[in-house]
C-alpha cells in the first residue's frame, strides 16, 4: 500500500485511464496505481463482436460464392477455429512472466516487447498500427457506402429499378468524419464500453436483417445456380478470375476474423479478478462461437439465396431491393455500428502517438497539459488536451481523404485481413505462448505450432496477391470523385 499512497499524494490530481481527476476521489486503484478496472465478460464480449462482426460479414455471401459450398462453410470454419485457439495464447501473455500474478502489458506491442523484444517488437508495432490505420479506413469507405445505399433504396423505390441512381458518397464520408473527430475525444478504451454495446447491438440487427431477407428469397422459390466449388470456370468467370477471386475471398474471411490487434487493449479493460486470462478465454469463446455462427449463417444463406451471383456487399450491392424501409434501416444500423467500430480500432494508435509524445515532450505543455471544461448539460469535467484534439482530429481527416482516393470495398477488405492474419493473429501470439511456456525446440507441441503458423503464412501470401490483383483491375477503370454506379 506504500506505493499507492505515495502515488496519491504526489498531486493534488493524478492521472488515470479517464484522464485528470481529484485524488482523493480515486482511492480505489489498481495494483500498478491505475484506476481500478471494471471491465467483465459481458463488456469485453461486446468489444469483441463489435470489432468482428463488423463490414467482413456483408461480403462473406460473394466470397463463399467464389468458393462453393463445400470449400466455403470449411475455410469460415477454419479461419474460427485458428482465431479462437490463437486467441487464448494471446491472453494468456497479458501479464508477464506469469499469466495471472506476472506484470500487465497495456498494449499489443507492449506484450510483444516483454516476451519477445527487440526487432520482433519493432517488427508487431509497424504490421499492428499499419492494420489499424488500413481498418479505419475500410471502415470509413463502408459506412459512406451503407448510407448511400439508404438514399439509393429510396430512389429505386420511387422511380424503379431501372434508373441508375447515381449518388456519390463522397459527402457521406465526410459527416462521417466530422462524427469521428468529436468521438475521437473520448480519452481511451476504458471509456468506450457503451459505445461498443450499442455497436454490438447493431451489429446484431443488420445482420439478422441480411439473413431474414436472404430467407424469405429462398422461400420466393427462384432458382439460382450453385455448386458445390462455387462459381464455374467458363460460364461465370475465367480459370484465371476463378483463382484471383478464391484468393481474395480468403482475404476476405480472414478480414471478417481479425480482432486479434487489440485483443490485449481489451483484455487490459477487465477486472483483476477473476484473472483476466481467464475471463478473456470466455469472451472470446463467447464472441467468436457468435460470430461464427452469424457468419456461416448469413454467408451461406445469401449465397443459397443469390447463387454464383451473390454481389460483393449482399445490403449495399442491392442484392434486395424491397423491402426499402428494412434495407434503409440495416444500412443505419451498418453505419451506427461502423463509428462504434472505428473508436475500437483507432484507440490503440491515438494511445501509441500521445504516450509516445509525452514520453519526448515531458516538458511541453501543449503535449501534457490538461485544461478543465465544463460541458454544458453533462454532469463531471472534461479534460482538454491541446495536442490530443489537435492530433486525433488530423487523424480522422487523413483516413477520410485516403478513404475518398481509394473507395473500393471488397479488394481493400481482403488486403486488409491478409496483411494482418498471419503475423497479428498467428505468428506472435505462437513465437510469445512458445517463450514463455518454454516449450522445447523440436517437441510435438513447439513442431505443429511452426506448421501452423508456416500454413497461415502462405494463406495469407495467396489472399494479399488476391486483393491486390482485384485493387489493379479496380483501378484500371476508377475514376476519382465520380458518383457510385
Not at 62 to 83: H, K, N, R
Not at 248 to 270: H, M, P, W
Not at 346 to 373: D, M, Y
Not at 415 to 424: A, C, M, N, Q, V
Request: include cysteine.
Amino acid at each position: 500500500m506504500a506505493g499507492v499512497n505515495q502515488y496519491q499524494t504526489n498531486s493534488m490530481y493524478i492521472e488515470t485511464p479517464e484522464g485528470f481527476g481529484d485524488a482523493s476521489k480515486n482511492n480505489m486503484l489498481d495494483d500498478d496505481g491505475r484506476t481500478k478496472r471494471t471491465g467483465t465478460w459481458v463488456t469485453a464480449s461486446a468489444h469483441i463482436i463489435t470489432a468482428v462482426i463488423g463490414s467482413g460479414v456483408l461480403s462473406l455471401a460473394w466470397a463463399i460464392a467464389q468458393m462453393g459450398w463445400v470449400a466455403g462453410p470449411a475455410v469460415l470454419m477454419a479461419f474460427s477455429f485458428i482465431t479462437y485457439f490463437t486467441s487464448t495464447l494471446l491472453a494468456d501473455c497479458y501479464r508477464s512472466p506469469d499469466p495471472v500474478h506476472g506484470k500487465r502489458n497495456y498494449t499489443y506491442s507492449m506484450v510483444v516487447r516483454s516476451a519477445l523484444g527487440g526487432r520482433k517488437f519493432q517488427l508487431c508495432g509497424l504490421a499492428q498500427y499499419i492494420n489499424l490505420v488500413g481498418v479505419t479506413i475500410g471502415y470509413t469507405i463502408t459506412a459512406s457506402i451503407s448510407i448511400v445505399a439508404v438514399k439509393r433504396s429510396n430512389c429505386f423505390h420511387k422511380h424503379g429499378h431501372q434508373d441508375k441512381c447515381n449518388i456519390s458518397n463522397y459527402p457521406y464520408m465526410i459527416i462521417f468524419a466530422c462524427i469521428q473527430t468529436v468521438l475521437s475525444q473520448i480519452p481511451n478504451f476504458h471509456k468506450l464500453s457503451w459505445l461498443s454495446i450499442l455497436a454490438a447491438i447493431m451489429s446484431f440487427a443488420y445482420s439478422s436483417i441480411g439473413l431474414g431477407l436472404s430467407i424469405a428469397k429462398i422461400a420466393e422459390g427462384n432458382h439460382v445456380q450453385t455448386s458445390l466449388t462455387g462459381v464455374q470456370v467458363g460460364v461465370d468467370v475465367s480459370a484465371s478470375e476463378k483463382v484471383w477471386r478464391t484468393f481474395q475471398a480468403i482475404g476476405d474471411i480472414a478480414f471478417a476474423y481479425a480482432f486479434s490487434n487489440v485483443l490485449i487493449e481489451i483484455q487490459d479493460t477487465l477486472k483483476s479478478s477473476p484473472p483476466e486470462n481467464r475471463v478473456m478465454k470466455r469472451a472470446s469463446l463467447i464472441g467468436i462461437m457468435t460470430t461464427t455462427l452469424f457468419y456461416v449463417l448469413c454467408g451461406c444463406l445469401g449465397y443459397a439465396a443469390f447463387g454464383n451471383d451473390a454481389p460483393g456487399n449482399f445490403l449495399t450491392g442491392f442484392g434486395f431491393y424491397e423491402p426499402f424501409w428494412l434495407i434503409d434501416f440495416a444500412n443505419v444500423c451498418i453505419a451506427v455500428h461502423l463509428i462504434g467500430a472505428y473508436q475500437v480500432f483507432c484507440q490503440p494508435i491515438f494511445g501509441f502517438v500521445e504516450n509516445l509524445s509525452k514520453e519526448k515532450w515531458s516538458e511541453s505543455k501543449f503535449i501534457t497539459g490538461e485544461h478543465a471544461v465544463k460541458i454544458p448539460l453533462c454532469e463531471g469535467t472534461y479534460y482538454l488536451n491541446f495536442f490530443r484534439l489537435v492530433w486525433r482530429t488530423a487523424y480522422v481527416i487523413v483516413t477520410a481523404v485516403i478513404a475518398m482516393i481509394f473507395p473500393f470495398f471488397n479488394d481493400f477488405l481482403g488486403l486488409i485481413g491478409s496483411l494482418s492474419f498471419w503475423p497479428l493473429t498467428v505468428y506472435f501470439p505462437i513465437e510469445m505462448y512458445i517463450k514463455q511456456s518454454k516449450i522445447q525446440r523440436g517437441s510435438f507441441t513447439w513442431t505443429w505450432l511452426k506448421i501452423l503458423s508456416w500454413v497461415c503464412l502462405v494463406v495469407s501470401i495467396i489472399s494479399a496477391a488476391g486483393s491486390i490483383q482485384g485493387l489493379a483491375q479496380d483501378l484500371k477503370k476508377y475514376q476519382p470523385f465520380k458518383a457510385q454506379q
